[in-house]
């Protein structure tokens, strides 16, 4: 391992960690929420199936990939779509990840007002994330994912607390009945919910950093949507039985409630304060892993060939972006259409076609892997 | 112009650019190294010219002694007096370096009173006598006294040499010298040099020179012998459990601990030079065959580029080799004891000793080894467990009870229970400053105190204590400034940081800790999730001679059950993954011999069991 060259390059457990980091923070924020809005008392049947059919779209993405060994998904773009369609495609996905992650931003922002400092700008709270975050992201892609790695066991442990700690309110009766609002508008969110884990593209970005092949890469993406679809499975499914139904749509940091109802005698009660620490660490490492993919998304787009002086650029963009929506509402709104309708689009849709033009094309090595191992 | 200074350091810390001079630094094999190659022939040619060029010189003086001897020496006596003005000048520097041993006995005394600064310099002795009992050959002898043991000379260089010698007539002048080493002179270590560098720096470290009329060669015997301190006890590394032994000032002390405690020969000790004004002895010790080859060479190539003045201590070394000299976790492992030196060397990592410092460098290392004590191995895993979760929770302890503490009282008193916040409160209700003031008062105050401790001289030490404890602990709380929950916070942070076992990383945890105050004051524990989150990229970031510095989990790496807890000793049958040593294994699978017969099926074949996977 002793490396004295500065070549980046992940292990499977890092990126692992980075993508399920990436998928999973949204547990934090309002996700438990909207999905009982959208299911009502099914809403864990949404993200379970939500996460097997992403789970189909992904060996898709990683087919492309395979045919492509070595490149990341930007340049995959521009060699199957030709430069300018290419560019175009790339543009669109840096948009996306940029405004995604301010609205991120916004978002984490919010619910640090709301939980812990009531009093405090959100300029200032946005100020307090983006530091730290523009000095991981200046560190580099090893620094957030390492941390990550050694993250997820901590942030996972708070996560299980917060749900074990519940138990005393457990009531299954209330995930009745089973099908929420109807087996059409089910279906109709499931396919929607494919959304909840695009990040998982994050691997297609990051390939050339990867210290293994598009195999690997594969079955890395497989276990982290598994993972992460039983880990907001988990969530949702408690929350749901927590929070009875109505009640359930009124909460807009549902992970902080539940860490609020908390009592386990006169001296384990109100420990949500504690549990801000692990949130709030997820929120850094989930906006350091959006800022550093746009980063990077960027830098391959415009083939410069550091990353380093765009993050100014970027940290002012997700500034000046997350103070757009007007209050809290709007921002969830937005978030709403940006990242659970529409996101699928540029996450899987676009992929999914460029593998198919790939295919239709014959562009890329369609025995890549064979040879390899051959 | 400053303003120009100012702006272009702010716009490389924003943006990036590649300072080549830094990054060759760190990396290996850029630029740089071939410089040096070619500075360094350059630097051999150069001398060998000058060397031709004196040497025709000198057989003129020697041929036609009176009136051109006189002159060569106020020629050489230019070059001396240029080379002292001038020391850290390596062109000036030649001039001594070239200069050879003379034939002529009165010039080489000439030349050395002049080197010398004689007869100003007092401690420089210069000793004349007559050699072989039946002739009259002059000779003179240098040493510098207090450096070397008297006992030494009188009777294995003057004695002999004054007293027991015959010579036999067969001996040709040219070869007095070799004769004078091989049967007159009892020294262990006797060497025969011609140029005066070598000579002066021998004689500089406790070497005495032998000069014999019409030889241009000189004698050095080995002479060393000053009053050094013995081996002690550890100081700042005591175990209960396992060797009492410490490192000391004298390198060749050091040097045999180690040689000592590793009974191989393929553990290697390289000598450097460094510093150009005082040339002080490094040694670089490994186990060849075991230790990664790069790491050495990446070793070697950082101490040898430094071109500096004066290397006094392993303390200045570890600041000019270190990958990251403005984090606060260091990245060199600093250690007293020969036991735990040794241990690393059998990793595959490599010690660098100092002359003159009782502590020996380690490197790589690892965060995880800044955490460990030799005495977590010597005592039996359980227990060893236990003290390292001990510790773990100290760490933390350390860096975050004040921001907490600050944390709760001032934003998240919801979560104390009630009859604690009435008790914090009820303490509070004299106290007339706002927690962040109070909390940092005192810690400034327990820090006073400590760093009081160490510079008070040791008679009135026990006054420190006393003060300390009883004026700022009790009169404070009596007195209504501070709150007497906030003395226990503080004590039990500082209590915390002194079970840190390694003396530099402690540091490194004592200033994160007011940072992470002033994090928690000012945003609570959003706040002081945003210090964490920068420690730790921060530290993720870090490398130590390209090993992570938090490897083997940041990056994950495979490695033996020995990261925070630590397995079973006939556990850990590999060597780190992270140091690439050439021999992972550090023994088989099975090996405790003695467990073989209680798996009874290969009991029963006899068959040995499989000792490799």
Same mark, same amino acid.
């Given at each position: 391992?002793?490396?004295?060259?500065?070549?980046?390059?992940?292990?499977?457990?890092?990126?692992?960690?980075?993508?399920?980091?990436?998928m999973?923070?949204?547990?934090?924020?309002?996700?438990? /929420? $909207?999905?009982?809005?959208?299911?009502?008392?099914?809403?864990?049947?949404?993200?379970?199936?939500?996460?097997?059919? %992403?789970?189909?779209?992904?060996?898709?993405?990683?087919?492309?990939l395979?045919?492509?060994?070595?490149? %990341?998904?930007?340049?995959?773009?521009?060699?199957?779509?030709?430069?300018?369609a290419?560019?175009?495609?790339?543009?669109l996905?840096?948009?996306?990840?940029?405004?995604?992650?301010?609205?991120?931003? /916004?978002?984490?922002?919010?619910?640090?007002?709301?939980?812990?400092?009531?009093?405090?700008?959100?300029?200032?709270?946005?100020?307090?994330?983006?530091?730290?975050?523009?000095?991981?992201?200046?560190?580099?892609?090893?620094?957030i994912?390492?941390?990550?790695?050694?993250?997820?066991?901590?942030?996972?442990?708070?996560?299980?607390?917060?749900?074990?700690?519940?138990?005393?309110?457990?009531?299954?009766?209330?995930?009745?009945?089973?099908?929420?609002?109807?087996?059409?508008?089910?279906?109709?969110?499931?396919?929607?919910?494919?959304?909840?884990?695009?990040e998982?593209?994050? *691997?297609?970005?990051?390939?050339?950093?990867?210290?293994?092949?598009?195999?690997?890469?594969?079955?890395?993406?497989?276990?982290?949507?598994?993972?992460?679809?039983?880990?907001?499975?988990?969530? !949702?499914?408690?929350?749901? $039985?927590?929070?009875?139904?109505?009640?359930?749509?009124?909460?807009?940091?549902?992970?902080?409630?539940?860490?609020?109802?908390?009592?386990?005698?006169?001296?384990?009660?109100?420990? +949500?304060?504690?549990?801000? *620490?692990?949130?709030?660490?997820?929120?850094?490492?989930?906006?350091?892993?959006?800022?550093?993919?746009?980063?990077?998304?960027?830098?391959?787009?415009?083939?410069?060939?550091?990353?380093?002086?765009?993050?100014?650029?970027?940290?002012?963009?997700?500034?000046?972006?997350?103070? !757009?929506p007007?209050?809290?509402?709007?921002?969830?709104?937005v978030?709403?259409i940006?990242?659970?309708?529409?996101?699928?689009?540029?996450?899987?849709?676009?992929?999914?076609?460029?593998?198919?033009i790939?295919?239709?094309?014959?562009?890329?090595?369609?025995?890549?892997? +064979?040879?390899?191992?051959? | 112009?400053?303003?120009?200074?100012?702006?272009?350091?702010?716009?490389?810390?924003?943006?990036?650019?590649?300072?080549?001079?830094?990054?060759?630094?760190?990396?290996?094999?850029?630029?740089?190294?071939?410089?040096?190659?070619?500075?360094? !022939?350059?630097?051999?040619?150069?001398?060998?010219?000058?060397?031709?060029?004196?040497?025709?010189?000198?057989?003129?003086?020697?041929?036609?002694?009176?009136?051109n001897?006189?002159?060569?020496?106020?020629?050489?006596?230019?070059?001396?007096?240029?080379?002292?003005?001038?020391?850290?000048?390596?062109? +000036?520097?030649?001039?001594?370096?070239?200069?050879?041993?003379?034939?002529?006995?009165?010039?080489?005394?000439?030349n050395?009173?002049?080197?010398?600064?004689?007869?100003?310099?007092?401690?420089?002795?210069?000793?004349?006598?007559?050699?072989?009992?039946?002739?009259? !050959?002059?000779?003179?002898?240098?040493?510098?006294?207090?450096?070397?043991?008297?006992?030494?000379i009188?009777?294995?260089?003057?004695?002999?040499? $004054?007293?027991?010698?015959?010579?036999?007539?067969?001996?040709?002048?040219?070869?007095?010298?070799?004769y004078?080493?091989? @049967?007159?002179?009892?020294?262990?270590?006797?060497?025969?040099?011609?140029?005066?560098?070598?000579?002066?720096?021998?004689?500089?470290?406790?070497?005495?020179?032998?000069?014999?009329?019409?030889?241009?060669?000189?004698? &050095?015997?080995?002479?060393k012998?000053?009053?050094?301190?013995?081996?002690?006890?550890?100081?700042?590394?005591?175990?209960?459990?396992?060797?009492?032994?410490?490192?000391?000032e004298t390198?060749?002390?050091?040097?045999?601990?180690?040689?000592?405690?590793?009974?191989?020969?393929?553990?290697?000790?390289?000598?450097?030079?460094?510093?150009? /004004?005082?040339?002080?002895?490094i040694?670089?010790?490994?186990?060849?065959?075991?230790?990664?080859?790069?790491?050495?060479?990446?070793?070697?190539?950082?101490?040898?580029?430094?071109d500096?003045?004066?290397?006094?201590?392993?303390?200045? *070394?570890?600041?000019?080799i270190?990958?990251?000299?403005?984090?606060?976790?260091?990245?060199?492992?600093?250690?007293?004891?020969?036991?735990?030196?040794?241990?690393?060397?059998?990793d595959?990592?490599?010690?660098?000793?100092?002359?003159?410092?009782?502590?020996?460098?380690?490197?790589?290392?690892t965060?995880?080894?800044?955490?460990?004590?030799?005495?977590?191995?010597?005592? @039996?895993?359980?227990?060893?467990?236990?003290?390292?979760?001990?510790?773990?929770?100290?760490?933390?302890?350390?860096?975050?009870?004040?921001?907490?503490?600050?944390?709760?009282?001032?934003?998240h008193?919801?979560?104390?229970?009630?009859?604690?916040?009435?008790?914090?409160?009820?303490?509070?209700?004299?106290?007339?400053?706002?927690?962040?003031?109070?909390?940092?008062?005192?810690?400034?105050?327990?820090?006073?105190?400590?760093?009081?401790?160490?510079?008070?001289?040791g008679?009135i030490?026990?006054?420190?204590?006393?003060?300390?404890?009883?004026?700022?602990?009790?009169?404070?709380?009596?007195?209504?400034?501070?709150?007497?929950?906030?003395?226990?916070v503080?004590?039990?942070?500082?209590?915390?940081?002194?079970?840190?076992?390694?003396?530099?990383i402690?540091?490194?945890?004592?200033?994160?800790?007011?940072?992470?105050?002033?994090l928690?004051?000012?945003?609570?524990?959003?706040?002081?999730?945003?210090?964490?989150?920068?420690?730790?990229?921060?530290?993720?970031?870090?490398k130590?001679?390209?090993?992570?510095?938090?490897?083997?989990?940041?990056?994950?790496?495979?490695a033996?059950?020995?990261?925070?807890?630590?397995?079973?000793?006939?556990?850990?049958?590999?060597r780190?993954?992270?140091?690439?040593?050439?021999d992972?294994?550090?023994?088989?699978?099975?090996?405790?011999g003695? &467990?073989?017969?209680?798996?009874?099926?290969?009991?029963?074949?006899?068959?040995k069991?499989e000792?490799?996977?």
């Amino acid at each position: 391992m002793i490396n004295l060259n500065r070549t980046v390059k992940l292990g499977y457990s890092e990126a692992a960690a980075l993508v399920m980091l990436m998928m999973g923070a949204k547990a934090y924020l309002g996700y438990p /929420r $909207m999905m009982a809005q959208f299911g009502a008392t099914a809403g864990w049947l949404i993200v379970l199936a939500g996460g097997v059919i %992403s789970l189909g779209l992904w060996l898709g993405i990683a087919a492309l990939l395979s045919r492509f060994p070595g490149k %990341s998904l930007m340049d995959i773009n521009v060699s199957v779509l030709g430069q300018y369609a290419g560019l175009v495609v790339n543009v669109l996905l840096f948009l996306y990840i940029m405004a995604t992650t301010s609205l991120l931003l /916004r978002l984490f922002s919010e619910a640090v007002i709301l939980t812990a400092l009531p009093e405090v700008p959100i300029s200032a709270v946005n100020l307090l994330y983006l530091i730290p975050v523009f000095f991981a992201v200046h560190l580099g892609l090893e620094a957030i994912s390492r941390s990550a790695y050694i993250s997820v066991p901590f942030i996972l442990v708070g996560t299980l607390a917060v749900v074990l700690a519940m138990y005393p309110y457990w009531d299954a009766k209330q995930l009745l009945p089973l099908l929420g609002s109807g087996l059409w508008p089910l279906l109709k969110n499931s396919l929607l919910n494919i959304s909840a884990f695009s990040e998982v593209v994050a *691997l297609a970005i990051l390939v050339p950093f990867f210290s293994f092949d598009a195999k690997i890469t594969k079955k890395v993406g497989v276990f982290c949507i598994a993972f992460v679809t039983v880990s907001l499975v988990i969530i !949702t499914v408690v929350y749901l $039985m927590v929070f009875p139904m109505p009640g359930a749509l009124e909460n807009l940091a549902p992970f902080y409630q539940m860490s609020r109802t908390i009592y386990l005698g006169r001296f384990f009660q109100r420990l +949500e304060s504690v549990f801000i *620490l692990f949130w709030t660490f997820t929120a850094f490492l989930r906006l350091s892993a959006g800022v550093m993919i746009s980063a990077v998304v960027l830098q391959r787009t415009l083939k410069i060939p550091y990353y380093r002086p765009l993050l100014p650029a970027l940290a002012v963009l997700m500034y000046s972006l997350a103070l !757009t929506p007007a209050d809290l509402l709007q921002a969830v709104e937005v978030d709403n259409i940006l990242r659970h309708d529409y996101g699928w689009v540029v996450t899987f849709f676009i992929p999914l076609v460029i593998w198919i033009i790939a295919l239709w094309r014959k562009k890329g090595n369609a025995h890549a892997q +064979e040879n390899r191992q051959g | 112009m400053a303003g120009d200074k100012m702006w272009k350091k702010a716009v490389n810390l924003l943006t990036f650019r590649e300072i080549k001079k830094r990054e060759g630094f760190i990396l290996y094999g850029v630029d740089d190294r071939t410089e040096n190659k070619k500075e360094a !022939t350059e630097t051999a040619t150069d001398q060998r010219k000058r060397i031709h060029k004196k040497k025709p010189e000198k057989s003129h003086s020697n041929s036609n002694k009176k009136p051109n001897g006189i002159n060569k020496e106020s020629k050489n006596d230019q070059d001396i007096t240029v080379n002292k003005n001038t020391t850290g000048n390596k062109e +000036e520097n030649n001039g001594l370096k070239n200069l050879l041993v003379d034939r002529d006995l009165a010039v080489n005394k000439a030349n050395l009173e002049k080197i010398y600064s004689l007869p100003k310099n007092k401690d420089i002795v210069i000793r004349e006598f007559m050699i072989f009992s039946d002739s009259s !050959t002059k000779a003179f002898v240098l040493f510098i006294d207090g450096i070397c043991d008297r006992k030494t000379i009188n009777e294995n260089v003057l004695k002999p040499l $004054m007293l027991l010698t015959g010579r036999s007539k067969e001996v040709h002048n040219a070869n007095i010298i070799e004769y004078i080493k091989e @049967r007159i002179i009892y020294g262990n270590q006797v060497d025969i040099h011609n140029t005066y560098e070598d000579v002066i720096e021998k004689v500089n470290y406790g070497g005495t020179a032998v000069f014999v009329d019409k030889c241009s060669a000189c004698l &050095v015997v080995e002479t060393k012998g000053w009053d050094r301190r013995p081996i002690g006890r550890p100081e700042t590394e005591q175990v209960i459990r396992g060797p009492h032994e410490a490192f000391n000032e004298t390198l060749r002390s050091n040097t045999a601990l180690l040689r000592k405690a590793i009974r191989n020969e393929n553990m290697i000790t390289e000598m450097f030079k460094i510093g150009v /004004r005082n040339r002080t002895d490094i040694a670089v010790m490994y186990l060849e065959g075991l230790v990664n080859p790069s790491l050495v060479e990446e070793v070697k190539r950082r101490i040898n580029s430094i071109d500096t003045d004066y290397v006094g201590e392993s303390g200045i *070394l570890e600041q000019f080799i270190e990958d990251h000299p403005f984090m606060a976790v260091p990245q060199v492992l600093v250690t007293e004891r020969p036991d735990r030196a040794a241990s690393f060397i059998l990793d595959g990592k490599v010690v660098i000793i100092i002359d003159g410092s009782p502590n020996a460098l380690i490197v790589p290392t690892t965060f995880f080894a800044l955490m460990h004590t030799p005495e977590d191995y010597y005592l @039996r895993a359980p227990y060893a467990n236990f003290v390292r979760l001990l510790r773990v929770t100290a760490i933390f302890i350390a860096i975050m009870t004040p921001g907490l503490y600050v944390a709760v009282t001032t934003f998240h008193q919801e979560m104390i229970p009630t009859d604690l916040i009435l008790a914090i409160s009820a303490a509070r209700e004299t106290v007339p400053f706002p927690t962040i003031v109070e909390v940092f008062m005192m810690e400034f105050a327990f820090e006073m105190i400590r760093e009081a401790g160490v510079r008070v001289p040791g008679v009135i030490g026990n006054t420190i204590g006393i003060v300390g404890a009883l004026i700022l602990g009790q009169a404070a709380v009596s007195a209504g400034i501070v709150s007497p929950i906030l003395i226990i916070v503080v004590a039990v942070t500082g209590l915390a940081s002194f079970a840190i076992p390694n003396y530099s990383i402690s540091f490194a945890f004592r200033g994160v800790r007011f940072i992470f105050t002033a994090l928690a004051a000012t945003f609570g524990f959003f706040g002081i999730t945003a210090g964490l989150y920068i420690l730790l990229t921060m530290m993720t970031s870090m490398k130590s001679f390209g090993v992570p510095l938090l490897s083997p989990i940041g990056p994950r790496t495979k490695a033996g059950p020995d990261i925070v807890l630590r397995g079973p000793l006939w556990s850990m049958e590999e060597r780190p993954d992270f140091l690439d040593t050439l021999d992972r294994k550090r023994q088989p699978k099975i090996s405790r011999g003695w &467990v073989k017969p209680l798996m009874g099926k290969f009991a029963e074949s006899g068959d040995k069991p499989e000792q490799d996977s």
